[in-house]
């Protein structure tokens, strides 16, 4: 009997060994499926030309040998698709930006970056503020003083929303100036498009946009661009002063970035961290920042997770500041 309990005993160990082994096989396993890109959007645009990017690049340079899926979850600027993030797994990540932040603040969702892991900031445009070629104003700084002298001098053309990053880079540039903003009067377009029709039609006075959609315009000479929120002039518009040149201390980016849902292990995260690491060192990813006007703006998931609480301490300031919020 005691030989029959002998060999039980270590037949019961050499199964829960295996298991074990199984067990750390699989924990060091990830990814084991296919990996979700979630483009909280309609396809075209910022979100979904990432994610496609994103797609693209790591599985064209072997970085991810599973297969990647591209998901449009448009709605509710941005909302649609991060709540289905936060029913997933960490095979599962989404693209995101400043929306998140204003959206909550803004008290129209109740997601915050706090419900997600921060994994990446990938990059940033940066926001231009322009006036039509034959405008009296020829430099920011001497917008911002007439704004100082009266605010509701200036019609001041922004899009798709108030609380987005074009309008508050221009509130927080006017709020360095001495301006009351609360008293800027903004009018609110659907579009970057549709912002600079308005100034080329005469609509606005003054617009604050993407570089991207007003560079083309003003290399043209049919605006002309009079501030960057950038902290170095930028390629192709060396002429254009950054605000910090025009004794306004602020820069401001417009960035995009990455997080997977909730409760994500450390070792999916260190999974990201690692690829997406890689995927921005690529020849393929410079190609696509120089592309799109975008600029390389690389923070890891930690330097993530400090990032969105500066940026949401921020836009309260700038929200509050503007009458957004109380």
Partial sequence: MKKYLGLFILIALIVVA???????????????GNIEFVAPATPGGGWDATARAMQKILGDEGIIEENINVSNKPGGGGEVGWQYLSGQDGHTVSINSSLLIANNLLGQSELTYEDFTPLAILSTEWVSVAVPPDSEYETGEEVMEQL???????KIGVGPSLGNSDHLSFVQAAQEFGVDVSQVEFLVYESGGDVLTALLGGHVD????SVSESKEQHQAGEINMVAVSSEERLEG???VGTWQEQGVDMVFPHWRGVMGPPDM?????????ETIAEMTETEAWQEVMANNEWEPYYHDSQESQEFLAEQTERFDELMTEAGLIE
Avoid at 18 to 32: L, R, T, Y
Avoid at 206 to 209: C, G, L, N
Avoid at 265 to 273: F, G, M, N, S
């Fill in 206 to 209: 003054v617009a604050t946009m």
């Fill in 18 to 32: 295996g298991c074990s082994s199984d067990n750390s096989e699989a924990e060091g396993n990830f990814p084991n």
């Fill in 237 to 239: 518009l060396e002429e």
């Fill in 148 to 154: 100082k002298e009266d605010p509701t001098s200036l």
């Fill in 265 to 273: 292990t450390e070792e999916e995260i260190a999974y990201w961290d």
